[in-house]
């Protein structure tokens, strides 16, 4: 349920742009990272610890599923929050 890229297939009901009104585009459910070790201590504890700073990381992150529409017309994109955090 929280994989990059996962899709569920159900139906939805189609949504309007908000911007320009077309309908959109009901892409699927998809994951999304938030949180863990970014920047230099991200990079430093990869260096030093390997694998162990990964799975250290992954326990710090949060994950949230969201629905993602896309809107063919403008590129508007929505997201429809599903769970997790």
Known sequence: MFGFGEHQPQQVPQQPCPRC??????????????????GLAGAAAGAIFGQLADDGEEAFEK???????????????????????
Not at 21 to 38: A, E, F, K, S, V
């Open 63 to 85: 994950k949230m599923a969201v629905q993602v529409h896309v809107c063919p017309q403008c590129a508007e994109v929505s997201l429809k929050y599903q769970g997790g955090l």
């Open 21 to 38: 009104q077309t309908p959109m585009q009901y892409l699927g459910n998809h994951g999304i990272r938030m949180g863990g070790l970014t």
